[in-house]
């Protein structure tokens, strides 16, 4: 394809992915308040705190601070929903490039990597009120900490997305496995250094500083990539296999004729 060829299908791909966040941000819009009282749950109940909607720590500031706040999460609850539109978008784009035997898997890919990228949600979750209790733990018992909910949900989502994508990790190894571009014993010979730089990366990016954080998200990432380089292994024995199969029929010479009476 031309380049400018590239860059329309680039845009539709981008429009595609951008109208279904849209679209499933109005699922968000019209949930805005139970999903304000399941993520202040960790902090306080809001049902019960003072018979309102208010709670003593939490806070929103400013006149448009409501309206800005309503509008962040729907589109981050546009986001996370959408994650199979914009996963096969993604996909989609790069598979025009592949071969007719690997664009096949572009249906599977999608159908593992948008389980992988809620579970990883999922944990992020499971995790918060750990998180938030320790983090706000620290704080001096002569000190009030209050705290402003944007920067709160902020918070939330940054780990949200952080454990999302990260899980995405065996997906893209195996689908780069795959497509031919990284063998199976090139994924396991780089253990060494993939168990450090995941490490390092859940230290240097998790928002929260504690150690239960960074090695709840660290551990999963290392058991998905041997478990990524085992199955890129499996499928390099049986393309192996099936290339020595091939080699084999082709190597087969027919009979030499007997020679001609003179």
């Known amino acids: 394809m031309p380049l400018l060829a590239h860059l329309r299908e680039l845009r539709r791909r981008v429009v595609v992915s951008t109208v279904s966040i849209l679209a499933l941000s109005m699922v968000g819009w ?23 909607e208010n709670c003593g720590i939490l806070y929103i500031n400013g006149v448009l601070g409501p309206i800005n706040l309503q509008i962040r999460v729907a589109l981050i609850t546009g986001v996370m929903l959408a994650a199979p539109i914009w996963l096969y978008q993604i996909w989609a784009f790069t598979a025009p490039g592949l071969h ?23 944990v992020a979750i499971k995790i918060l009120p750990i998180a938030v209790r320790m983090l706000i733990g620290f ?21 949200t997305l952080l454990f999302g994508f ?32 995941i490490f390092l990366f859940a230290a240097a990016f998790t928002p929260t500083a504690d150690p239960l954080t960074m090695t709840l998200l660290a551990l999963p ?9 085992g199955i890129a292994l499996l499928v390099d024995r049986r393309r192996s296999k099936r290339a020595a199969k091939y080699a084999i029929g082709d190597d087969e010479v027919s009979p030499i004729p007997p020679p001609e009476e003179i």
């Not at 007719?100 to 999922?122: D, N, Q, S, Y």
């Not at 065996?170 to 497509?179: E, F, T």
């Not at 990432?221 to 380089?229: G, S």
């Open 30 to 52: 019209f949930s805005y308040r139970r999903i304000i009282r399941f993520l202040a749950a960790p902090i306080c109940d809001l049902r019960v705190v003072q018979g309102s």
């Open 100 to 122: 007719r035997r690997e664009r096949k898997w572009t249906l599977l890919f999608v159908a593992i990597a948008t389980p992988f990228f809620a579970a990883g949600a999922a």
């Open 139 to 159: 704080t001096p018992s002569t000190l009030t900490n209050l705290i402003r909910f944007d920067d709160y949900l902020d918070f939330v989502t940054r780990l």
């Open 166 to 197: 990260s899980f995405e990790m065996p997906v893209i190894l195996v689908a780069l496995n795959l497509a031919g571009v990284l063998a199976g014993r090139t994924i396991l010979g780089w253990w060494r250094i993939a168990v450090f730089l």
């Open 221 to 229: 990432l290392c058991l998905f990539f041997f478990a990524a380089a």
